[in-house]
């Protein structure tokens, strides 16, 4: 009875063919390392290795009321054989205008951005390793906020890639214009040449960050101040954490511009006008040499600067999870030992620790936990941000419950029970032009229940 006073059931994914991604026995959700699981407001993507299936659980995938909500899209994108390539990495991304795309990563470092209907928008090389991860994150411009960030950060091992979300929605915005009325329906692909290679790129910085062993995960936090002792200039700093077997935890400060030494001046100056005068002479003396039609292997970009802040190192205690709200001020962090660690992405300091809770998984939600404040309001008030109080969702599968957890130091709020076989997720990041909303929409935590194909949202409402 408690269960159904603190969620609310939204749709079903029952009634869809989900034996792609492999449905059809118990515990199918949860036990298939090989699956992922993306979730926004009105559509569900599950993916395996070479396949990926979209579902609207709420609506049609026209966007309007439909008789069959179940209504699916299938992708399959195009992989390399020798490579022995698949797909590593899925997450929605999703802007102003109702403009909802599929981004996916594989295991050779490619990005791909599909449409809702499967159609490959734009596909470009990142780097040559796996994606492990693909993360939404922005800060907008308000009272308290001077400035806004909003980015699409992509996580291989040891490396950290940012996509400015402007750029990306630029790109779809052209993409929907030169493609028609239609273009969300359209097979048209104006970004590759009939090679298939891309013609735009996307802009984006890339950072080595194992300097203290391969990452398992990673996030870019948000803006930080330069390092003392440095020029003021306009550039700007980011504060990256990582997670691994090495560290549990590390962090650096992620520079947009490339290392400004002396010597390195020199070489990027020197090095490439080196290069062209060997490259033009080898020209003149081998004029007779045959054109190589080979199609050119794609190159990623180089890294710029990272550099080390600090790191724990606690063996054999390993990082495993790593979350974070939108505006990156913290992070929760599980380990191989069954803890939870809060940390404070500005000071990077441990602010909390969580015990005995093996293969957790946690996601950050807002709460009107204050009971009294809410019973005094009328029913037609509109909440707004300082309404709510940022908490912690802590999924214990061995438990077999969730327990939600006021930040930064407040007591647990409710436990409620968690099916077997179940999964929390949460619809990802809006991108949004706009500095103020008309209705502020919190973070929510959704269930999906395997076994049942059921989706329900945690209920907000403290009773």
């Known amino acids: 009875m408690s269960r159904r006073n603190h969620t609310i059931e939204l749709g079903c994914i029952a009634g869809a063919d989900l034996s792609a991604v492999g449905a059809g026995k118990q515990g199918w959700l ?7 699981v993306a979730l926004d407001t009105n559509s569900i993507a599950l993916a395996n290795r070479s396949s990926i299936l979209i579902l609207n659980w709420s609506q049609s995938i026209n966007g309007g009321p ?43 470092g490619y990005l791909m951005i599909f449409s809702i209907h499967g159609r490959l928008i734009h596909r470009q090389i990142v780097n040559p390793a796996k994606i492990l991860k693909i993360r939404v994150r922005g800060i907008k411009q308000d009272l308290i906020q ?18 400015d979300g402007s750029d990306i929605e630029s790109l779809l915005q052209q993409w929907l ?3 028609g009325s239609q273009g969300w329906d359209q097979d048209f692909n104006m970004f590759q040449d009939n090679s298939g290679n891309p013609v735009r790129n996307l802009p984006y910085q890339l950072w080595n960050v194992s300097k203290h062993g391969v990452c398992a995960d990673a996030a870019i936090t948000g803006v930080m101040s330069p390092p003392l002792m440095e020029i003021q200039s ?15 935890i590390s962090a650096f400060r992620l ?100 015990k005995g809770y093996r293969d957790a998984s946690c996601l950050f939600v807002e709460m009107l936990a204050n009971k009294d404040k809410v019973a005094s309001r009328p029913a037609y008030y509109e909440y707004t941000k300082s309404d709510y109080c940022l908490c912690l969702a802590i999924h214990a599968p061995r438990k077999g419950i969730v327990e939600v957890w006021q930040m930064r130091t407040g007591h647990r709020l409710l436990t ?25 929409v919190p973070l929510e935590v959704f269930f999906l229940n395997g076994d049942s194909g059921q989706i329900s949202v945690l209920n907000r409402f403290l009773h």
């Open 30 to 36: 949860v036990e298939n390392p090989n699956l992922l």
């Open 66 to 108: 439909g008789t069959d909500p179940n209504r699916a899209a299938k992708i399959i994108p195009e992989l390399s054989p020798i490579e022995a390539e698949y797909i590593s990495a899925v997450e929605w991304l999703v802007f102003d205008d109702d403009i909802r795309v599929l981004a996916v990563g594989t295991s050779c």
């Open 146 to 163: 001077d400035t806004s960030s909003e980015e699409v950060c992509v996580v291989m091992p040891g490396v950290v890639a940012r996509f």
């Open 177 to 179: 214009q030169q493609s």
């Open 234 to 248: 306009s550039q700007r700093y980011y504060c990256a954490v990582t997670i691994g077997d090495d560290a549990v």
């Open 255 to 354: 520079s947009v511009d490339k290392s400004r030494s002396l010597v390195g001046a020199i070489l990027s100056k020197v090095v490439p006008a080196t290069f062209s005068t060997i490259a033009s002479l080898s020209k003149l003396i081998w004029r007779s040499e045959p054109n190589n039609s080979k199609k050119p292997e794609p190159k990623s970009q180089p890294f710029a600067r990272a550099s080390p802040l600090t790191c724990l190192k606690d063996h054999p205690r390993k990082g495993e999870k790593l979350t974070l709200p939108p505006n990156g001020s913290l992070a929760a962090i599980t380990d191989s030992l069954g803890r939870i660690l809060l940390l404070d992405t500005k000071a990077l300091v441990v602010v909390r620790l969580w």
């Open 416 to 440: 409620i029970p968690c099916p077997k076989g179940s999964k929390i997720l949460q619809p990802t990041y809006r991108f949004s032009s706009a500095t103020t909303s008309s209705s502020y």
